[in-house]
């Protein structure tokens, strides 16, 4: 079985440049999740979907982070402007169905720098 | 609020030796417990997770974790360690409240020759 796919692997932008991640969840997982990962922390929940619809952004910056997940399948995370505190790595990660601390399975992730 | 603490920010141990990486959650309803572990360039894997039952857990790569309410605390441990074990480990906590996932902040695992 595949695991989750994350493009690209690593990104360098410099600042108010604009970024976009792609993910690909297991095949299956209704459920989809983005997380922040700053180095020297754990991943923080950006947003959460079922399906194609968003149960919980609540941590999303919406001013600049947007994302989407036309057809219920694969996901784009899209950063625009970028600020120098969105140095980052991205991580996907994927559920059969939300609820019950259900197993996520997760992505490599992206790496990216804003210089 | 709710919260998950991991105590050692880096933990070194010499190969063959024990281990046990430290967890503490804030959390006032019966927790759902989980240990993942990073290696450099990947994603996280889950080593174990706790819902209810038995409160030692047996995980994968050797490792085990016990669930203590009393202290808040789901300790990781692995009798001896291999040199392919050093890694970042998190613990986390899923919130049926919110259904989140909360991280602690990671310990990062040093493994000596």
């Known amino acids: 079985e595949a695991g989750v796919a994350q493009s690209p692997r690593y990104k360098i932008i410099e600042k108010r440049q604009s970024v976009a991640f792609w993910c690909n969840p297991i095949?299956?997982?209704?459920?989809l999740y983005w997380y922040q990962q700053i180095l020297g922390q754990g991943p923080k929940l950006l947003i959460q979907f079922q399906n194609n619809g968003v149960v919980d952004d609540s941590q999303l910056p919406k001013d600049r982070f947007s994302a989407e997940r036309l057809k219920g399948v694969d996901s784009t995370l899209k950063i625009q402007p970028a600020k120098l505190e969105d140095s980052a790595v991205y991580l996907c990660a994927s559920s059969l169905i939300s609820g019950s601390g259900n197993e996520q399975f997760f992505g490599p992730g992206t790496r990216l720098t804003v210089l | 609020a709710q919260s998950v603490t991991q105590p050692d920010i880096h933990i070194t141990v010499s190969e063959g030796a024990s281990l046990e990486l430290r967890c503490n959650y804030s959390y006032g309803a019966t927790p759902y417990l989980f240990w993942y572990v990073q290696s450099p360039g990947q994603g996280l894997q889950l080593l174990l997770k706790?819902?209810?039952?038995?409160?030692l857990v047996q995980g994968i790569k050797g490792f085990e974790a016990e669930f203590k309410r009393s202290q808040s605390s789901f300790n990781l441990r692995k009798p001896s360690v291999h040199w392919s074990d050093a890694a970042e480990y998190f613990c986390?906590?899923?919130?049926?409240?919110?259904?989140?996932?909360?991280f602690g902040q990671g310990t990062t695992l040093q493994v000596k020759p």
């Open positions: 706790y819902f209810s039952g038995d409160t």
């Open positions: 095949s299956g997982h209704a459920t």
């Open positions: 986390a906590v899923w919130l049926s409240n919110t259904g989140k996932l909360i």
